[in-house]
C-alpha cells in the first residue's frame, strides 16, 4: 500500500507538469483512480464514504443537466454552497459545462455579495438550499441528467474573493495554470519534510474545516490532497465537540486551520489542567517539555511517543492518528504552537493570501524551529523579498492572473506588495504584523498589535483584541476583552488580575495603556479572526460598547427577569411547545411542563448550542428545573 501511495504522488505529478496545466487536465488526473475514497462523513448513523469513480459519474451528470439549462456561455456562475461532497460536483460541474464557477463567500453580507455578483455579471447561482442573492437559483439536485458534453467544452477560469477584512469588493482570478503551479509545489514540500504524506493505517484524511470558497481551504486542503487522491473528511458542524469527535471518529490524519482552532484547544486544555489542581497541571507541563525534548532528537518517533504518553489529553481531543497540522489566516500564540507540537500534532506555521495562494509553510522537522513562529521559506512557484519598511513583496508564477477592487481591474506584474512587515533569519521568515495595524507609540516606536496581543492569554475571557484607539495625544494601545453577560464578579475580576500583571512584564513603549470589557461581539461568530478594521470602524459607529476595567460591574444575578433566564425559559417552552408562563423557575421539566426524555435532551442540545457550553455528560450534573438549568449554564459559560 506504500508503495502506492508513493507511485501516485509519483505519477500525478509527473502528468501534471507534462499537461498543459489546465482546469481540465487537473480534472482527468485528479478522478483517474476511480476505486479510490474521496469523502467520508458520518450523518450522526453510520459512516458514509464516496470514492472518486462515484463523484465523477455525479460531475458528469449535473454537468450536462447544467449545459442542456444554460449552455457553454463562458461566464461566471455563482457556487453558493459550504464545504460537503456536492460542492466538488457543483464546482467541477460548473467548468465541465463551459462556464466559470466564482466561490461565493458565505461569510459575506447578501449586500457586498449581490455587488460582486453584478460586477461579474452572474445571472446564475448554483445552491444545495435557501439562498437570498439576486439572480436565478438552480438547486443541484435539479441538475442531474442524461446526456453528453461536447469534448471541446471545458473552462478555465475560477473567482474568489478575500475574507473581507476591508469589506470592500475584492475578486481574485486564477487559471489552471497557477493553480497547477500551486500544486506542483507539493512535489518539494515532500521533499523538505516527508511527513507531510505520512499516511495513518495506510490512509490520509484531510478534515474539511477551512471554507474551500476560501484561499487556504480550496490550494491547500481540496486541491494540493484530492489532486493525489487522498481523502477528505466533512464535518457535520464546526462546534468544537463536532471537530474533535470527527478527528477521533474518521482518524483524521491532517489538520489545516486558523489561529481560533488552535488557540480554543489550547484553552481547552489548560483549563482542563487547572481545573484537575495545580499538581495535575504541573505534570502537564513538565509532559510537554519532555515530549518535546524527545521529538528535537528523534522527530517523527517523538511525536507518536509524545501522543502516546500524553494521551490522557490527546485521546480526549484529535485522537493519535494526526501526523501534520498547518496554521495560517493570522498570528498564533506562541503558547499555542509550543502546546501543539508538545503533544505530537506537528502544527506548522503557513502564509498565503488570496492574491498570491498559499506560498510557504515552516517545514523544519523539529519543533524548536516550528515554535519559533516562522512562516518558513517561499515555495519554488515564488520569490520573496524585503522593501525598506520591511514588508514582504511576492512574485512568481502561482499569483493569481489579475484581480479587481471595487470594479476596478488590477493586473499582477511583477511583485506583490502584501502589507505585511517581515523579518528574515537565515532565510526563513516571521511575520511581524500587517503594515496598517501598527500603532505608533508615545516614544515614536512602531508597535505590532499581533505580537502584543499574543502575550494575553485570558482562558476566561470569550475574545480579546488590542488595538490603537484614538486618545489626547493620538492612538493609545488598548486591550479589549469581550466577556458573556452572565460573568461573575470573581471571573471578571480574575481577568483584571491576570492582564495587569501581563502588562506589567511588558517594555513601558509597548505596554497597553487603556483597558476594556465589552458585552458586544468583537467579530462575527463564523469570523476566523478578528478584523482591526472592522473593529475599529463599529467603535466609531458606537456599535461597540466599551466599558473600562475600573467601571466594570456584575450584571444583575439569575432572577426571574434576569436576561440568561428568559433566554432559557424561551428556548424550553419553544421546545416542549408549552407557554412560557407555565415554565416558572421550580417548574419540574418531566413532572410540570410533561417532558418525555427525547424532549428532555432536545432541550440541553438547543441550549448547549446557544450557550456554546459542552452537553451534560454525567448524570449527576442533570438539572430539571429551570433554576438549576441557569445555574449550571452560569457556572459553566
Given amino acids: 500500500m506504500k508503495h502506492e501511495i508513493k507511485r501516485i504522488l509519483k505519477s500525478n505529478g509527473e502528468a501534471l507538469a507534462r499537461s498543459d496545466k489546465t482546469l481540465r487536465s487537473i480534472f482527468d488526473i485528479m478522478f483517474s483512480n476511480e476505486g479510490l475514497v474521496l469523502c467520508e462523513s458520518h450523518d450522526g448513523f453510520r459512516t458514509k464514504k464516496q470514492t472518486y469513480g462515484e463523484i465523477k459519474r455525479k460531475i458528469k451528470r449535473c454537468a450536462a443537466g447544467l449545459y442542456s439549462r444554460i449552455g457553454d456561455t463562458h461566464e461566471f456562475v455563482a457556487l453558493y454552497m459550504d464545504n460537503s461532497p456536492d460542492w466538488i460536483v457543483a464546482f467541477w460541474s460548473i467548468l465541465k459545462s ?3 464557477p466564482y466561490l461565493v463567500n458565505l461569510r459575506y453580507p447578501d449586500k457586498l455579495t449581490d455587488s460582486i455578483l453584478q460586477t461579474l455579471g452572474v445571472k446564475y447561482v448554483i445552491t444545495d438550499g435557501d439562498c437570498s442573492l439576486s439572480g436565478d437559483h438552480i438547486p443541484l439536485s435539479s441538475l442531474s441528467a442524461d446526456g453528453e458534453v461536447p469534448d471541446t467544452v471545458f473552462e478555465d477560469e475560477i473567482a474568489f474573493s478575500s475574507s473581507a477584512t476591508s469589506m470592500n469588493e475584492v475578486i481574485c482570478f486564477y487559471r489552471g495554470f497557477q493553480i497547477s503551479e500551486q500544486i506542483l509545489n507539493f512535489r518539494s514540500i515532500v521533499k523538505r519534510d516527508p511527513s507531510i504524506a505520512a499516511h495513518h493505517k495506510n490512509s490520509l484524511k484531510q478534515l474539511a474545516f477551512l471554507p474551500f470558497y476560501h484561499v487556504f481551504g480550496l490550494f491547500a486542503v481540496y486541491f494540493w490532497f484530492t489532486f493525489f487522491n487522498r481523502t477528505i473528511v466533512f464535518l457535520k458542524d464546526y462546534s468544537a465537540e463536532t471537530i474533535l469527535k470527527t478527528c477521533r471518529r474518521h ?29 495535575r497541571y504541573q505534570k502537564l507541563q513538565k509532559g510537554i517539555e519532555l515530549a518535546t525534548r524527545l521529538q528535537n532528537l528523534f522527530p517523527a518517533f517523538g511525536a507518536e511517543i509524545a501522543k502516546f504518553l500524553l494521551r490522557e489529553v490527546t485521546d480526549k481531543l484529535f485522537g493519535r492518528s494526526v501526523k501534520f497540522c498547518i496554521n495560517g489566516g493570522s498570528y498564533l500564540k506562541p503558547s499555542a504552537l509550543k502546546l501543539l507540537n508538545g503533544i505530537g500534532y506537528n502544527l506548522h506555521n503557513g502564509y498565503g493570501m488570496s492574491e498570491i495562494g498559499i506560498t510557504s509553510v515552516e517545514l523544519r522537522r523539529k519543533p524548536k524551529f516550528r515554535n519559533e513562529n516562522s512562516i518558513g521559506q517561499p515555495f519554488d512557484s515564488v520569490e520573496y523579498q524585503l522593501d525598506e519598511a520591511g514588508v514582504l513583496l511576492v512574485k512568481g508564477s502561482s499569483l493569481c492572473v489579475k484581480k479587481m477592487i471595487n470594479r476596478q481591474e488590477v493586473t499582477l506584474n511583477g511583485w506583490f506588495h502584501t502589507g505585511d512587515i517581515m523579518t528574515k533569519t537565515d532565510g526563513h521568515y516571521f511575520i511581524l504584523g500587517r503594515q496598517s495595524d501598527v500603532v505608533i507609540g508615545e516614544n515614536g516606536e512602531n508597535i505590532n498589535p499581533d505580537t502584543v496581543e499574543a502575550l494575553f492569554s485570558l482562558p476566561a475571557a470569550t475574545l480579546l483584541s488590542v488595538v490603537g484607539i484614538d486618545g489626547d495625544n493620538g492612538p493609545e494601545l488598548s486591550l479589549i476583552v469581550a466577556v458573556n453577560r452572565y460573568i461573575t464578579e470573581d471571573v471578571i475580576e480574575q481577568i483584571k488580575r491576570e492582564a495587569y500583571a501581563i502588562n506589567n512584564t511588558l517594555p513601558t513603549a509597548t505596554a497597553i495603556r487603556k483597558f476594556y470589557f465589552t458585552f458586544d461581539r468583537l467579530a462575527p461568530p463564523t469570523a476566523v479572526k478578528v478584523s482591526r478594521t472592522q473593529l475599529l470602524k463599529k467603535l466609531e459607529a458606537k456599535e461597540i460598547t466599551l466599558i473600562p476595567f475600573a467601571d466594570m460591574t456584575v450584571p444583575e444575578r439569575i432572577n426571574d427577569q434576569s436576561p440568561l433566564m428568559m433566554e432559557v425559559r424561551q428556548i424550553i417552552a419553544e421546545t416542549l411547545k408549552v ?59
Fill in 98 to 100: 463551459g462556464n466559470k
Fill in 579 to 637: 407557554p412560557e408562563e407555565k415554565v416558572t423557575p421550580t417548574s419540574h421539566l418531566f413532572h410540570d411542563l410533561g417532558a418525555t426524555s427525547i424532549d428532555y435532551f432536545s432541550c440541553l442540545t438547543k441550549l448547549s448550542e446557544h450557550f456554546g457550553i459542552s452537553q451534560y455528560q454525567k448524570s449527576d450534573t442533570y438539572c430539571y428545573t429551570l433554576k438549576e438549568i441557569c445555574e449550571y449554564i452560569e457556572r459553566h459559560l
Fill in 251 to 279: 482518524e483524521v490524519t491532517h489538520i489545516f486551520a486558523v489561529p481560533m482552532l488552535w488557540h480554543t484547544i489550547e484553552k481547552q486544555v489548560l483549563a482542563t489542567a487547572r481545573q484537575q489542581g495545580d499538581k
